[in-house]
């Protein structure tokens, strides 16, 4: 009976694979064994696989330290029925035990897009996007400097940016390393090259736009230009969770689309206090851009109609301030209204006068013809 025996890492990437065609086999950290477990954890003759008259797979424990386990359980076993594709813990060692009867899935057709990033990673295809990257900062330093144009600018403005494309190249390279146990690092930073080639195609082409738009495509320049940096996003992500992981295809590509669906909502949330001390709002940046003639597409509009035009706007905008100010007037008015209007009614004499009252109102009849008496005191102006 055939029995295939795989060696597996901690996220179940087989790391050896043998096979067998024999009626037992041992596991063990000894050389003696069929199978050898590199692990302190695994005794010099830690298992055994064995076959009964019916043709049944067997696993049995040979009285090892720390024992059989299936994953996530913490029970030992002494012998357990083997099932083809079945996972058992030696030790430390994952296991994976399959039959030879055991179904495979089918052949995966070889996509281009798979073979083009492989391709990424040989070396000349990395030195070549290499050498057009440095040209293409160059040029964009070029065109973008007012005055001298000095080598030194080069490095001052693209040295943060090359670090942290090589950062991220070697952060994945690790991940993949980690996880999949191998990786490609010239595959990653020509694919991060090549992505920021792409971005600044595409930003240039925005810019010629913005060169030749008028106010009113603003908007619409501005969603495009959002909608760059998320397809570019989900262009990285969908080929890095190949090339590092290998996952495939519609797994890579629903994956990709989740997170920048995620980062573009997060994006779009309502601007209110709470959402801005989280999110830096990103506006598109509406400066005109500066290029040739032969890149002006549109036919540029004379002065005196560009006049009339401003004419017209500063009509309608002192049209829209005499409006402003009416309404401040008129709610001042009214805010003047109510503060002049007496806010307690004056209370009316009663017909019916108690004592208190008519003492009072002689208190007050003799105080003031004391004070208009011929001895009294008056004041000296």
Do not use: C
Request: charge should be negative; proline fraction near 6%.
């Amino acid at each position: 009976m055939e029995v295939i025996v795989e060696q597996l890492g901690t996220t179940n990437n087989v790391l050896d694979r043998q096979k067998f065609d024999a009626h037992t086999i041992w596991l063990g950290r000894a050389f003696e064994n069929d199978v050898i477990l590199a692990d302190e954890h695994v005794d010099a003759r830690h298992a055994r696989l064995t076959f009964d008259p019916e043709g049944r797979l067997w696993l049995e424990d040979l009285d090892s330290v720390n024992g059989i386990r299936r994953p996530r359980h913490k029970a030992h076993i002494e012998r357990t029925e083997v099932k083809s594709g079945e996972i058992f813990l030696i030790g430390r060692s994952r296991v994976r035990i399959y039959l030879g009867t055991h179904p495979v899935a089918p052949a995966v057709r070889i996509r281009l897009s798979e073979v083009f990033l492989l391709w990424l990673g040989k070396p000349q295809v990395a030195v070549m996007l290499a050498l057009v990257f440095v040209a293409a900062k160059v040029l964009g330093t070029w065109l973008s400097t007012i005055g001298e144009f000095r080598w030194s600018q080069v490095i001052e403005r693209n040295l943060g940016e090359v670090l942290t494309f090589l950062a991220l190249a070697v952060g994945v390279y690790f991940l993949s390393v980690l996880f999949r146990r191998g990786g490609n690092f010239l595959a990653h930073l020509s694919l991060l090259i090549l992505v920021f080639l792409l971005s600044s195609l595409l930003e240039f082409a925005l810019n010629v736009g913005l060169f030749n738009a008028g106010d009113r495509w603003y908007p619409t320049l501005e969603r495009l230009d959002a909608a760059r940096g998320y397809l570019m996003l989900f262009v990285y992500l969908w080929s890095i969770l190949y090339l590092a992981f290998h996952i495939p295809l519609m797994r890579r590509t629903l994956v990709s689309a989740v997170i920048v669906a995620v980062i573009a909502g997060v994006s779009n949330l309502p601007e209110d206090d709470s959402v801005r001390r989280f999110v830096d709002p990103q506006t598109f940046p509406l400066k005109q851009k500066w290029f040739p003639p032969s890149l002006l597409m549109v036919r540029p509009q004379r002065a005196p109609k560009f006049e009339d035009s401003l004419q017209e706007v500063l009509k309608t905008l002192e049209d829209k301030r005499n409006e402003a100010l009416d309404e401040r007037d008129e709610d001042e008015g009214e805010t003047a209204e109510g503060a002049a209007a007496p806010k307690t009614p004056v209370p009316e004499s009663s017909p019916e006068a108690g004592p208190d009252d008519a003492s009072g109102e002689e208190d007050e009849s003799i105080a003031g013809r004391g004070s208009a008496a011929p001895g009294a005191e008056q004041p000296i102006e």
